[in-house]
């Protein structure tokens, strides 16, 4: 058994992440078309998204591992570097470029499903409240993610990561972005689920805050993380690339 070729690593991170960001923004048009109680608008998009963030780790989990995430790729590659585990530098380097282009995809996917016009964002989100958010909400998922894959409970990261996002959606005041990738990508939408330009870097920068806290909870809780750098999100070291099917 061998680790699936890099090319198709990439391509899932970019097809998962496409669609997680086409989730997001898709069900957010659809939600403020339907209802303008912001209320049910915000409970129909956080359901969309955990329920469509968990299929997408199953679809696409095996092959690369389901990260859709900078931060976790991040923390996969900090924690098994000196072990030569999980990602490699050049490997990151490539994940979070499939990230990226994925996110700014799916955004333009959900405008043109819609029939909404590709433009900038102009929902100012950054304030110290929200950022302080951001750096729970990643902190949050960057350790359960971790704590999962160190204990051996990485099949469960589907439903958990799902369940975590959607709950982030509620008890922050941010509404979870908890992802870089999904930030810049959520730039190219001007609809419910859009952020201006001027709030991106700052998210991103707490949202790199939040995962470094977690590298250093992950390492004060959990002895030996680092031989969990193969099993984020979930285990994925495994596959073989001619296989006729997953298991």
């Known amino acids: 058994m061998t680790l699936a070729p890099l090319a198709r690593r990439a391509a899932a991170e970019f097809l998962g992440t496409g669609l ?41 989990g095996t092959i ?7 931060a976790v790729s991040l923390v996969d590659w900090f924690l098994g570097r000196r072990r030569r585990v999980g990602l490699t ?20 996917l959900a405008n043109v499903m819609f029939d909404v016009p590709t433009s900038l964002s102009t929902t100012a989100r950054a304030t110290p409240a929200t950022l302080i958010a951001e750096v729970v909400a990643t902190f949050g998922l960057v350790l359960l993610i971790v704590a999962l894959a160190r204990t ?3 099949a469960a990261a589907a439903p958990a990561v799902g369940a975590y996002i959607g709950a982030a959606y509620w008890f922050t005041s941010s509404t979870s972005f908890a ?12 609809t419910f689920a859009g952020i201006g330009a001027p709030s991106v ?5 707490a949202q790199l805050v939040g995962a470094a806290i977690a590298v250093v909870a992950a390492i004060a809780l959990f002895p030996h993380v680092a031989d969990a750098a193969e099993e984020i999100v979930i285990p994925h070291a495994d596959v073989d690339p001619d296989a006729s099917a997953v298991h």
């Open 20 to 60: 997680l960001v086409t989730v997001v923004v898709g069900s957010g048009i659809m939600a403020t078309r339907l209802t303008t109680d912001v209320g049910i608008q915000m409970l129909a998009n956080s359901i969309a998204t955990a329920l469509g963030l968990s299929v997408l780790i199953l679809m696409f």
């Open 64 to 70: 690369s591992g389901a990260h859709f995430n900078p």
């Open 89 to 108: 530098g050049p490997m990151l380097g490539i994940y979070t470029l499939a990230q990226i282009a994925g996110a700014i995809g799916g955004a333009v």
């Open 152 to 154: 051996g409970r990485g």
């Open 179 to 190: 992802n870089p990738a999904v930030t810049i990508g959520r730039l190219f939408s001007d």
């Open 201 to 205: 870097l700052p998210f991103i920068a």
